[in-house]
């Protein structure tokens, strides 16, 4: 299983991420001086704006959000109709907790309070190129440090830059709506009770396969059975790193985490899209529940977990193929998880690739 962290411009189904590489013979076009401002005749409309994760920053958590931007009539629904440009603006804000509605507060950003700019030789918030097949190249300019989001009441959004080649932009929109776009976007933000998934068991598993990973460590794959609990049906994806030539899921405690060792039970780094035909799958442990759109299965429901213990007890000496697998700890979005899996520990004989489960 390959872990993946990805904190580029997240994009609206009809648009896929691309990589811009031309060279030809020809000599390169005179580059203005980045001293001289020229302000740009481009009109731009809303694209997508929402929460994309938290991030510890030196020291602090911060909320990521992302609003995008996009050239007018480049789409019409998801179609795309011409080539042009879009704005992609990340802001890192310091929160107690998260607006439920997955925007940052009504403020004006800077670099000083938030605003992603140029940082040594990353570049977050940029200039794209849409093109006809629906790449996005991203032009790597950045913005200088100038650069203004004001976000105000409503969906009111204005963007005032200048990037590296001078060119200056003052975008305006009234309709910018907000949704969890990020890669933890199918778990709840908000439950009642903040405890509703704090006592769920389950005897027997759906399936428990196992693979050797980076040749360090054998990773156990736990798919459980459905459980019904506050009227949700739920299953648990736990992965557990053992020692490469275990042979049952090893008794003892787990360190919680995404470490690449033994006795290490993986919190989940959200969905990540995979280099598979198979999909898109959850980086780690979860508990969720699917739904079925014509011969399709979806993600409906995503609790990934981040943080707590775990304990794994065997109940069939010596063999120790039986047992209890206990998880105590919370949710990405901090809800209350207690989970007590009883069954085999012991893998299939025939172990394939680990769990992906397709989703929207």
């Not at 959000?65 to 890192?92: M, P, R, T």
């Not at 997955?102 to 570049?123: C, D, Q, S, V, W």
């Not at 014509?294 to 794994?312: D, M, P, Q, R």
């Amino acid at each position: 299983m390959k872990r993946v962290f990805n904190f580029s411009l997240l994009l609206v189904a009809v648009l896929v991420i691309g990589f811009a590489s031309c060279k030809n013979n020809r000599s390169e076009p005179p580059q203005p001086n980045p001293d001289t401002t020229k302000e740009e005749n481009v009109k731009y409309e809303f694209l997508y704006a929402g929460f994309l994760e938290y991030r510890n920053m030196h020291g602090q958590q911060m909320s990521m959000y992302e609003i995008s931007f996009v050239e007018e009539g480049v789409l019409k629904g998801k179609s795309i109709l011409k080539k042009g440009k879009a704005i992609s603006v990340i802001l890192a804000v310091k929160e107690a907790t998260t607006n439920v509605g997955f925007r940052p507060a009504n403020n004006t950003y800077t670099k000083e309070n938030g605003l992603m700019l140029n940082h040594g030789n990353r570049i977050f918030s940029d200039v794209y190129d849409v093109e006809l097949d629906g790449k996005m190249k991203e032009k790597g300019i950045g913005f200088k440090d100038d650069a203004q989001l004001i976000v105000g009441d409503g969906g009111k959004v204005t963007f005032k830059a200048t990037d590296t080649k001078g060119i200056k932009y003052t975008i305006s929109v009234d309709n910018a709506t907000y949704t969890n776009i990020g890669k933890f976007k199918n778990e709840d933000f908000s439950l009642v009770p903040q405890d509703k998934y704090a006592n769920l068991s389950v005897s027997g598993n759906k399936k428990l396969e196992s693979e050797i990973i980076e040749d360090k460590v054998k990773a156990m794959y736990l798919v459980t059975k459905e459980e019904t609990i506050s009227g949700d049906k739920l299953m648990a994806h736990f992965v557990l790193y053992t020692k490469k030539d275990a042979s049952v899921v090893e008794e003892g405690n787990y360190t919680v985490g995404r470490s690449l060792t033994a006795n290490t039970f993986l919190t989940s780094n959200g969905i990540t899209n995979k280099e598979t035909k198979l999909g898109i799958m959850v980086d780690g442990s979860c508990l969720f529940n699917t739904k079925k759109e014509g011969t399709k299965e979806y993600f409906n429901k995503i609790l990934h977990i981040a943080s707590g213990n775990v304990t794994v007890t065997a109940s069939n000496p010596p063999t120790k193929t039986e047992g209890d697998i206990s998880f105590i700890g919370k949710s990405y979005f901090g809800h209350n998880i207690k989970f007590v899996y009883t069954g085999s520990l012991k893998p299939s004989a025939a172990s394939p690739a680990p769990m992906r489960v397709l989703s929207k």
